[in-house]
């Protein structure tokens, strides 16, 4: 599906095009041809649902026996069709394989109620693996800031904490507010700057720009890649009807979920550039959220957020949404403390025990 934001200016086309990762024409073949043969299996599946409901509805007219020669003829049909989708994906190399569910994918086969018509994804620690990037990131450019605050004020030097300080601090909302908040937390003041400050600039707007620099090096070195489970969950969310958008303040979100091959699964997606250009607050506020819904064209309380930050819990509280936390050990008691009425380890783990199985497995004959 069209991966869609409000505004794709000229700046916006500029970034994508410089996104921080080089695939060869085998590799954009390849990815496109997945993307076609999930949009594809996506298709069957509606299909051949929309006739499983049809002789559901005529259960109380038909016969019985020709009934039930037709649900054999349509389970034949499913396998069938999921066995040529595999041949055509191993014939190119495409992994994961598509799949086909045997039965309808309903809402409650991924862990959410009957009512759910959208669902909101972290990208960091909910969808990729993304988090361990921006820590470092900001890891790389708070030490050397602190470093030369130390040796001008004889400031005893604490360094960057990735986890402690990053999961209080920084998660969840956008550089600016980030950089503020830590800063505050060790008594020191930053001007703010102009967006347009140069890199070596100590204000606010400086050390955002080092740090966007140092997450397109960890992305260069390193890429990112979708959590256990994630396309599974995002192409059964799909299948069941859910609309799905990605909320992330970081100015790299669409090049992460192409490097995590997510794109494709995804209807809309909130991103710094965005959220900057009309003025979005970021969490704890839930501005950024109810700006996702309307784009999705559903009211809050029909809407899922999964999020493995505090701030996201409470940003997700205040706009009236569903609250998933996702995250285990002090994480998940993070969560917790600050409200999350629910908290999973992953979203595999709310798929239906039968759909998470089948997740990267191959269809065999």
Known sequence: MALTRSRRSGRTRRREAAAPHHRSPAAVDTRASRATLDKLASQWQRALDSDERALHAASGTLPPAYLSQRRRELAQERHETALLLADVARARGIRPLPWLSPVPVSKEMLGLTASTQACLFDLDGVLTDSALLHASAWAQVLDEFLLRMSASTGWHFIPFDRNADYRTFIEGRSRLDGIHAFLDSRGIRLREGRLDDPTDADTASGLARRKGEALVRGLHRHGVTALPGVHRYLDAAGRAGLTRAVVSASASTLSMLELAAL???????????????????????????????????VCPEDAVTFTHSTAGVAAGLAAGMTVVGVGDGADAELLRGFGAPRIVPSLKVLLAPWLAAGDETAIRR
């Open 263 to 297: 794109d494709p699964l995804i209807e809309v997606y909130m991103d710094a550039e965005l959220i900057r250009s009309e003025n979005i607050r970021t969490p704890p506020s839930p501005e950024v959220l109810l700006a996702a819904c309307r784009r999705l064209d």
